[in-house]
């Protein structure tokens, strides 16, 4: 499933339930992992003697996933928060208190580089096993310079040193630090005088993006950021819309944002805004999941002929989780999304939204090979109908 004569860059509206696919099909990976052909079994050519051949009756066979949206550089953990949740605080009044986002800047500040690589390359080991080919990974628990240039640091490691594709999102702006409580203006100036500069001295990310939501940064705020990002060469991916109708959605489209995330609360005129822009609204069920808040409706926004990708958000405070396969079941469980709109927009869509359309996320001769393989199954629908059943069976990835 996935596969394709040439390279496409993303599906929209109705194609996004469409899936270019060939039953009992064979496919032949080169030496150097690319893929080198695929048909149908009765025209396969004769595989040369020494050949690894594997028999893959009742498996089905699809590109690898993107994951176009985490926060895997973090140290330690917050299942306290997650307790606290469950005694009726909301994401926002942890947050207020002191927790959520600052709790995991205090601990990474204490937690060395060696350290914070070590557990994010679990992680992201983790992502891999799990179907994923390439990945985003954003800073933002550091909130001053030398703790976001650590971050960075870290995910620069793990791009030289990981399997798959790695790109790195400068995210100073996930929230204030104590020391600018009441001065949100001076850290703005902060990031944009001193944080950026450096990052782009250093070469250390490829994208910027901003929390620009109700009680994190103003559409304002966003807007300096992003101006001054891209003046680097950094393209903006941004938070946009999880707490409330922000003004998020617009501003990225205005900015040439690659991808606009989270999107809970999507309008008329927010889908208005996406429409015939090169931004990729990218969902996140994983946080509404998990914080018990509403979905992005998803439904509506392909209805209305626009193209989603998705992604895990991983991360320790809204979406602790790396598993694709499990987001596809909430895109389907909870959003309706048909299981192969969900796969598409895990696979084609969501490496346009992390920068690698056309390169990642299809079947395509010439391309990288980086497949699933699933274990046999009586339809491709079971993989998001049996949710956490482990239904992978291998995962080849080529970078
Ligand atoms: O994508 N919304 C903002 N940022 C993260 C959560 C980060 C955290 O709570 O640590 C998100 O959900
Ligand atoms: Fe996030």
Redesign the pocket.
Known sequence: MGVYKSPIKYLSGKAMDIISTIDDAYLIIDDEGRVADFGPMDSAPEFPAGADVEDLSGSFVFPAFADP?T?IVYAGSREQEFVDKIHGLSYVEIAKRGGGILNSADRLHQTSEDELYETAMERLLRAVEGGTAAIEI?SGYGLSTEDELKMLRVIRRLKENAPIAVRANFLAAHAFPRNYANDHDGYVDLIVNEMLPEVAAQGLADFVDVFCDTGFFTVEQTARILEAGLKYGLKPKI?ANELECSGGIQVGVEYGALSV??LEHTGEEECEALMGSHTMPTL?PG?AFFLGMPYAPARRMIDFGLPVALAS?C?PG?SPSISMKFILSLASIKMRMTPIEALNAATVNAATALGLAGEYGQICKGMKANIVITKPMPSFAYFAYSYTENLISRVIVNK
């Open positions: 949206h926060h954003k938070h995330d989270h996140l946080a958000d991360n809204s």
